[in-house]
């Protein structure tokens, strides 16, 4: 049994947000990796957390999160949610970017981080994954988010921008130039094999908006909870999970 199959056990123990297609399959890891840590008060990490979309839920189930990110609007907003929704006291708002986290964190402190589209506009993402699992204590968990290569230049070519699209699929990057918005894009053996170097090992490897981007928006809004049942299905299948637009990888320190 997967994690994404004990979602609905888990899901009774853990408030948390309603599952979205963009979100079901990486709140579905979380969830059971809450559950697998049932009764215990996590130390959680989340890296570019932003305002708070996953730190606060977090939260609300108990679990203390340091939230680190470069924008001062966003963790304004973070600290905002937090208070709006009772968990100030358990939400920690830290400046600062992926590129600086080593001497932000203190070694061996993290028991889950938390790293989503952080690794595709670093400078340099290896030392950024070094210092997540120099942060997570032995047995500690990363879910790690990544932009997809092939999700990109099939969009590219969709639109009719062939010559982009070539590029992207060609660049060992993943990226069409310099006037790219995105540093890097992933396959799946490229992300796995970054994590890999650093010392964690993956234990899943899902596809994250598998179909979401790709539907018009009458058919996603309208049939939401079949498309988030449909996305949760397609996410561990290649060549699905190989063409979503994002890939979240789950690995773990070893004890």
């Known amino acids: 049994m997967t994690r994404l199959d004990r979602v609905e056990q888990t899901s009774a123990r853990f408030t948390g947000p309603p599952l979205t297609p963009r979100t079901a399959v990486i709140w579905s890891v979380l969830r059971a990796e809450l559950e697998r840590r049932a009764g215990d008060r996590l130390t959680v990490l989340d890296v570019g957390g932003g305002t708070g979309g996953f730190a606060v839920p977090l939260a609300q189930a ?3 999160v340091t939230v680190v990110d470069a924008s001062p609007d966003a963790l ?8 709006e929704a009772g968990v ?10 992926g590129d600086a986290l ?3 964190v203190e070694p061996a402190s ?27 204590r032995p047995g500690g968990a990363a879910s790690v988010l990544v932009a997809g290569q092939a999700a990109a230049a099939l969009g ?6 062939l010559d982009v699209a070539a590029a992207l699929a060609a660049a060992p990057t993943g990226t069409a130039g310099p006037r790219d918005t995105l540093r890097r894009r992933y396959d799946a ?18 596809g994250v908006r598998v179909l979401a981007d790709l539907l018009p928006a009458a058919v996603a809004d309208g049939q939401q909870a079949a ?4 996305e949760r299905a397609l996410a561990a299948r290649p060549p699905y999970r190989d063409l979503a637009a994002q890939l979240h990888l789950f690995a773990r320190r070893p004890a």
């Open 189 to 206: 053996d490229r992300a796995a094999a970054l994590l890999a170097a650093a010392g964690l090992t993956v234990e899943e490897i899902h």
């Open 88 to 97: 100030a006291d358990r939400v920690r708002a830290v400046q600062g970017d």
């Open 156 to 161: 590219r070519a969709m639109n009719g921008h």
């Open 76 to 83: 304004a907003a973070l600290t905002r949610r937090a208070a």
């Open 110 to 136: 993290v028991d889950l981080v938390l790293c989503h589209s952080v690794l595709e506009v670093v400078d340099d993402p290896a030392p950024v994954v070094a210092a997540l699992v120099t942060a997570l």
């Open 227 to 230: 498309l988030v049942e449909l």
């Open 62 to 64: 108990g679990h203390g």
């Open 102 to 104: 080593a001497g932000l």
